[in-house]
């Protein structure tokens, strides 16, 4: 039965399934305690909800046939790691996984070259200027170094793997595909390490514009891969800030449209107060993309609101998307989400589970909150709807409360929004079904509460999100406490505290 729910689920998202691709294989010194996944992203992303498991007997032994729309790049994950194969229509792959070391060996199929020559170049090999020993130092290294150091260096191997694609004996149509993917992962992670790692201001700008600048958005193949489009949305972030720094070096005034964006200043804040940062992307997207580009990038943009459960982002980008492009094959599908949300709205309108505390603007103390828990563990969760890793560890909320459905857990919700958004708030939490008690302040009003749950831990930070857990007696026990995500590394936190006396 969980083999064909499998295969529905699947089918609806890519397709009939007259396109098969059968991947089989064995788990070597494999424990049965291991789970084995393969994730497909509908475009670009690494999405929980395109996370399929993969039954394995007892021996090792597992068989799956994935119905598969178009050619594919896909994600195998074992032990935390993730492998790269790339899926073709009517084809298979034979392939062994050993657990005791996490190798991976491709033994036979009509895919095995392909996935060879992407096993061969490691496509998603992490950068050494991430790497936890070198990151440090780079980061602190002027522009000029980093040139030297890190951008030519890393130039060249892209450049090293690209070579091997060519001399393989793919198709003209793989190797333009794969060394896309190892183009675009290239840039990808320069960005990554521009934007979350360098400090300066001005290096980070200049790292941008360099990755940026002379990149080729059109693909040599139509539709390319994942990377290919993460690369895409980079890009547009880009645009961004080659517009701000246009912005500030010309002093354009903010009733005057947006180089790349063709908005005023004046009006983007508008637009992204009513439908949501993901609407600048939108914006962005159809401005400077290919059309075939935008339709199927900002189709991702609806998938991830849609996955977010953000009912009023989603409605404002569909309708918009259906008014550029009306013929889209997604419109289906986007309309079919819409209905799933605003059923799951419907639903939770009148669900007692989901508590808002009356009058909640009148309170002043997170310990206010708290004190009608006594005798009860409180798991308080500080958030906001427009955040996003906020929103993704929501996806993780109902295993943790599974886990503790028995025992003496409650869990409260610690929203950061501005007054405007009230009724968003409300929506977002009942389209989520979000259990518990709920209460939200704005950005000036929030501040009180920062002071007092961060009063006695050393990082004062105030970043979001972050979790804290209060014992029976109403006592912050564990300030910055772990997320949803960490599933049993949290759990013990909440049992730990749970049994205290």
Request: include cysteine; proline fraction near 4%.
């Amino acid at each position: 039965m969980k083999k064909i729910i499998i295969i529905l689920v699947l089918i609806t998202i890519y397709g009939n399934s007259f396109a098969q691709f059968k991947l089989s294989g064995k788990i070597k010194n494999y424990s049965a305690k291991q789970e084995l996944k393969i994730n497909i992203p509908v475009v670009f992303g690494f999405d929980s909800e395109n996370s399929i498991s993969i039954p394995v007997d007892k021996s090792g032994r597992f068989n799956i046939t994935l119905p598969i729309k178009a050619q594919k790049f896909a994600n195998l994950i074992f032990l935390k790691t993730s492998y790269p194969l790339l899926l073709n229509q009517s084809k298979n792959l034979v392939l062994t996984l050993n657990e005791t070391d996490s190798t991976l060996k491709l033994l036979d199929g009509s895919a095995l070259l392909e996935n060879q020559v992407i096993q061969k170049v490691k496509v998603q090999e992490y950068p050494f200027f991430l790497e936890k020993q070198n990151v440090a130092r780079f980061s602190k290294l002027s522009f000029a170094a980093l040139k030297d150091e890190v951008i030519l260096p890393y130039y060249k191997q892209r450049d090293e793997k690209i070579a091997i694609v060519n001399q393989s004996a793919l198709s003209l149509s793989n190797k333009e595909l794969i060394s896309t993917e190892i183009k675009s992962i290239c840039a990808n992670y320069l960005d990554d390490f521009a934007r979350t790692e360098v400090k300066d201001r001005e290096i980070i700008t200049a790292l941008i514009l360099e990755i940026f600048d002379h990149t080729e958005i059109k693909p040599k193949v139509f539709p390319a891969g994942p990377q290919y489009f993460g690369f895409i949305n980079k890009y547009l972030s880009y645009l961004e800030t080659k517009a701000f720094t246009k912005i500030k070096q010309e002093n354009i005034p903010a009733n005057q449209n947006i180089p790349y964006f063709g908005i005023s200043l004046d009006s983007a804040s508008v637009v992204i107060k009513k439908n949501g940062k993901s609407y600048w992307k939108w914006i962005a997207a159809v401005k400077n993309l290919p059309p075939n580009i935008a339709e199927i990038y900002a189709y991702q943009l609806i998938l991830n609101q849609s996955n977010y459960k953000d009912l009023k982002q989603t409605l404002a980008l569909a309708k918009s998307f259906e008014m550029a492009f009306p013929r889209s094959n997604y419109i289906k599908n986007i309309h079919a989400n819409i209905f799933t949300l605003e059923k799951a709205l419907a639903i939770n309108e009148t669900n007692e589970q989901i508590k808002i505390i009356p009058d909640y603007q009148k309170i002043q103390s997170i310990y206010e909150v708290i004190k009608p828990f006594k005798d009860k563990v409180v798991y308080l969760d500080v958030w906001g709807t427009w955040c996003g890793p906020c929103k993704d560890e929501l996806k993780y909320l109902p295993a943790l409360k599974n886990k503790f459905k028995s025992q003496d857990v409650v869990f409260i919700y610690l929203d950061m929004d501005e007054d405007g958004k009230d009724e968003n708030w409300r929506e977002f939490i009942k389209t989520n079904g979000l259990t518990g008690i709920h209460l939200r302040k704005n950005k000036e009003n929030i501040a009180p509460f920062w002071k007092e749950l961060l009063a006695n831990h050393a990082d004062k930070h105030e970043y979001y999100p972050q979790y804290f857990i209060f014992d029976k007696s109403g006592k912050l026990v564990v300030s910055k406490a772990l997320a949803p995500s960490n599933k049993d590394e949290l759990y013990k936190q909440i049992t730990a505290t749970l049994s205290q006396k």
